[in-house]
């Protein structure tokens, strides 16, 4: 017992040293105004929670060195986009940054959805023949349906003084308007609700410099091309209320040029939409490791896939192309001529006496005899339609082809454009066999509809295959900065290192 007695001192100096806490009774810390949490699972003891107690192992010094440490090691770990240009020498802090943020890209993607939802509602206009409704444009007053009687019976009266109700509609009354009359509405209220739901948030994200100065730029383009689109919108409408805008003798319809140049902004729109939303996030997932990101943009930039990206290229303005003489297909109603395939009448194709009309021509000399019949005579467009259509399948199955027999393009293609020709074949398909089925049954309403979106879902997938394979010089600039300065931390981490040792 001496013995021990006598060593004590020594044990309590190699003891370490405990908080006072630790010691403290129950009540005690109860007085003192610690939580105390207790809990009756399974005959457990009353357990602490510490939230006052401060142990000498976590005073702030031990408590900042820990903390920082795991940020280190994090930072090492999975490098933020932001360090990594900071790292490689780009001021992204009180300028515009190098590459837009994630949020802009799903805004993008949000307002294409939009716009692809309004060309269809769109189509659904045309085909029911709702487009001649409203005979005014009134951007701001216009967005109020007739909330009265009074206010119908003026509406319907100005409808029954355009040439549609005179030459077509005079049997119709009231409630049919009245039908017709808000497909209209709900296509203009949509339309101003895609310009205000894009152009308040791409204000705040280049307010709030949440995207790069070349995609502020593009945002800027972006909402100048929705705000034409409703000038063309009214100019379309407009040539169906005059006789004077029409070819005397037709019933009242609107131009198919017009047609035409409204859904072609609307499909430029889109495009332009979706392109930017997948380049963004494109940008991001390449960025997340700058050393794979780098080695993907290498493998793209081989010379023997040069020409699968131009054929992709080429294929997404061959459908661009025949969407556009689709336009003057349904502007023309002519696909309700000839609704058989693929014989037109007795052959291939009608006799060319047929096709190439001196009807349509209006110069004595004849000199606009071909380019009026093909943008004109229902016949020659129905025909360019279709050799266009056969001419982008037959282009997509090649491309499909090309993909699988030839070995070089098939070992380095990457796995996600592969994905992506599997999708252009699928929807190719569907979109072929809802053409034809619109033309054998006479344009029903829900099958020229889904033909319609089909077309969008085509180019969406022939964009969305482009993105997969398109080579971003301006990611992979910054890529090059980001591996560059992650190498030099790694050499002088490693440098440290060795000093230390």
């Known amino acids: 017992m001496a013995a021990l007695g006598t060593s004590l001192p020594l044990w309590r100096s190699l003891a370490p040293r405990l908080s006072k806490d630790l010691f403290t009774c129950r009540q005690c810390l109860r007085?003192?105004?610690?939580?105390?949490?207790?809990?009756?699972?399974?005959?457990?003891?009353?357990?602490?929670?510490?939230?006052?107690?401060?142990?000498?192992?976590?005073?702030?010094?031990?408590?900042?060195?820990?903390?920082?440490?795991?940020r280190n090691n994090a930072a090492a770990a999975t490098p933020a986009l932001d360090s990594i240009l900071a790292e490689s020498g780009v001021k992204a802090k009180k300028s515009?940054?190098?590459?837009?943020?994630?949020?802009?890209?799903?805004?993008?993607?949000?307002s294409a959805a939009s716009v692809f939802g309004i060309v269809v509602f769109g189509g659904l206009t045309r085909l029911t023949e709702s487009g001649l409704s409203i005979t005014e444009w009134r951007p701001v007053t216009g967005s109020m349906p007739p909330m009265n009687a009074e206010d119908w019976e003026e509406e319907f009266a100005k409808y029954r003084a355009s040439p549609e109700f005179k030459q077509l509609n005079s049997h119709m009354n009231l409630d049919d308007f009245k039908s017709i009359y808000y497909m209209e509405w709900i296509h203009r209220l949509w339309g101003r609700f895609v310009g205000m739901s894009f152009v308040v948030p791409a204000v705040y994200f280049v307010a709030r410099k949440k995207v790069s100065t070349p995609m502020a730029w593009r945002l800027f383009g972006i909402a100048g091309l929705i705000g034409f689109q409703g000038f063309l919108g009214w100019w379309m409408v407009k040539?169906?209320?005059?006789?004077?805008?029409?070819?005397?003798?037709?019933?009242p319809r609107v131009s198919q040029y017009r047609l035409t140049a409204h859904l072609g902004a609307a499909f430029t729109c889109y495009v332009a939409m979706l392109w930017n939303g997948l380049a963004i996030l494109r940008s991001h997932r390449l960025m997340a490791d700058a050393a794979s990101g780098l080695k993907q943009l290498e493998a793209l930039r081989d010379p023997r896939l040069a020409i699968f990206r131009r054929s992709v290229a080429g294929l997404a303005l061959l459908v661009f192309t025949t969407v556009m003489s689709g336009g003057l297909v349904a502007?023309?109603?002519?696909?309700?001529?000839?609704?058989?395939?693929?014989?037109?009448?007795?052959?291939?194709?009608?006799?060319?006496?047929?096709?190439?009309?001196?009807?349509?021509?209006?110069h004595e000399d004849r000199s606009d005899l071909w380019w009026r019949n093909m943008l004109e005579n229902p016949s020659l467009v129905q025909l360019d339609h279709r050799i266009l259509a056969m001419t982008t399948f037959t282009s997509i199955m090649a491309?499909?082809?090309?993909?699988?027999?030839?070995?070089?393009?098939?070992?380095?293609?990457?796995?996600?454009?592969?994905?992506?020709?599997?999708?252009?074949?699928?929807?190719?398909?569907?979109?072929?066999?809802?053409?034809?089925?619109?033309?054998l049954y006479l344009v029903p309403t829900p099958l020229a509809s889904a033909h319609q979106a089909g077309s969008l879902f085509l180019l969406t997938w022939v964009l969305v295959l482009g993105s997969r394979v398109w080579h971003p010089s301006r990611t992979a600039k910054f890529l090059q900065m980001a591996a560059k300065a992650r190498s030099q931390q790694l050499s002088s981490a490693t440098a440290s290192a060795v000093k230390r040792v």
């Open 399 to 439: 491309l499909f082809a090309y993909s699988r027999r030839s070995p070089t393009v098939k070992r380095l293609l990457p796995p996600a454009a592969r994905k992506g020709v599997h999708g252009v074949v699928g929807f190719a398909c569907m979109q072929v066999g809802l053409g034809i089925s619109t033309l």
């Open 331 to 362: 502007g023309l109603d002519a696909g309700l001529i000839y609704n058989e395939f693929p014989y037109m009448g007795n052959g291939l194709a009608p006799p060319s006496s047929e096709l190439w009309d001196a009807h349509y021509s209006r």
């Open 239 to 251: 040539s169906g209320l005059k006789d004077d805008l029409f070819a005397p003798g037709s019933h």
């Open 96 to 110: 515009f940054p190098k590459i837009s943020d994630k949020s802009v890209a799903y805004f993008l993607l949000a």
């Open 31 to 70: 007085n003192q105004g610690y939580a105390v949490k207790s809990t009756r699972r399974f005959g457990a003891m009353p357990s602490l929670q510490p939230t006052k107690i401060r142990s000498p192992l976590f005073t702030v010094k031990n408590r900042q060195f820990f903390t920082s440490s795991w």
